[in-house]
C-alpha cells in the first residue's frame, strides 16, 4: 500500500487534517482485519475506534523508516487478540455460573449446517490458534507476514497452524460422531466477512489432501 510518510510528521506535530487522511486511508484494512474475528457492525466500530484511539496515542512510537502499514496490523492484530481473550473468559464464566450451570431451563438452539457447524468451531477455537488461521486461511498471510504481525517467530506460527487445524479436525469428527448430517469431516471451512462486520459473504473450502491407501 502506497503511503506518504510525511503524513506521519504531520500527525506527530498536532496536524489534524494529517490524521483524517491517515484514518480515511487505513479505515478499510482495519475494518476488513477486525472483521475475521467479531461479526457485528457495532463490535467492529467500536474496536475500529480503539485501534486508531491507539494508533495516535503511540505516534511517536513510529519510525521514519518503519513499515507503517505493518505495524497498523500488528495493532489492530493485537486488539483484536486482547478482546477475544476477555470475550472468552467472560463466556467460561457464564458457562460456569451462569443460568444453565443452575438449571435454568433455556430454548435449543436451531441445529446449524455443515459450514455453520464449521463456523462455530472455528469460534470456538484458543484466540491464539484462531487468529493465525484466519490470517493465514483469510487473509492468505504468508508464515512470514502472520509472526511479524503477532510478533511471533515462523516457527511458533507453523505450530501453531498445525494445532489449530488439528483441533479444529478434531472438534468437526467429534460432531459428525454426534450424528449432526451431512459429511464434514477433514474439510475446513473459513468464513470471509465483509468489510462492515457482516454476517456472510463467501467461504473459503480446503478439501485435505487424499492419503495412497483410500479409494477414490
Known amino acids: 500500500m502506497d503511503f506518504d510518510r510525511e503524513l506521519i510528521a504531520r500527525a ?25 474475528f467479531f461479526r457485528t457492525r457495532e463490535d467492529v466500530e ?71 457447524r464449521a463456523k462455530l468451531a472455528i469460534q470456538r477455537l484458543d484466540p491464539k490458534l484462531r487468529i493465525p488461521l484466519l490470517l493465514k486461511e483469510v487473509e492468505e498471510m504468508s508464515v512470514e507476514e502472520i509472526a511479524r504481525t503477532m ?10 497452524l498445525f494445532r489449530a487445524r488439528k483441533k479444529l479436525a478434531s472438534m468437526l469428527d ?14 475446513v471451512a473459513v468464513y470471509r466477512t465483509n468489510p462492515a462486520g457482516g454476517p456472510d459473504a463467501e467461504k473459503v473450502q480446503r478439501e485435505p489432501k487424499r492419503r495412497g491407501n483410500e479409494s477414490t
Open 46 to 116: 467500536d474496536l475500529a475506534q480503539d485501534v486508531f484511539l491507539k494508533l495516535f496515542a503511540r505516534i511517536d512510537q513510529v519510525r521514519p523508516d518503519e513499515n507503517f502499514p505493518g505495524w497498523l496490523a500488528r495493532v489492530t492484530v493485537n486488539t483484536c487478540y486482547d478482546e477475544l481473550r476477555k470475550t472468552r473468559r467472560r463466556k467460561i464464566a457464564m458457562e460456569s455460573y451462569g443460568p444453565e450451570a443452575l438449571g435454568a431451563a433455556s430454548v435449543a438452539p436451531h441445529e446449524p449446517d455443515s459450514f455453520g
Open 174 to 187: 467429534e460432531t459428525e460422531r454426534g450424528g449432526t448430517g451431512r459429511e464434514v469431516r477433514g474439510r
Open 151 to 160: 510478533g511471533l517467530t515462523q516457527t511458533n506460527v507453523k505450530v501453531r
Open 12 to 36: 506527530k506535530a498536532g496536524d489534524r487534517s494529517a490524521c483524517e487522511t491517515i484514518v480515511d486511508q487505513f479505515a478499510p484494512m482495519v475494518f476488513r482485519l477486525i472483521s475475521r
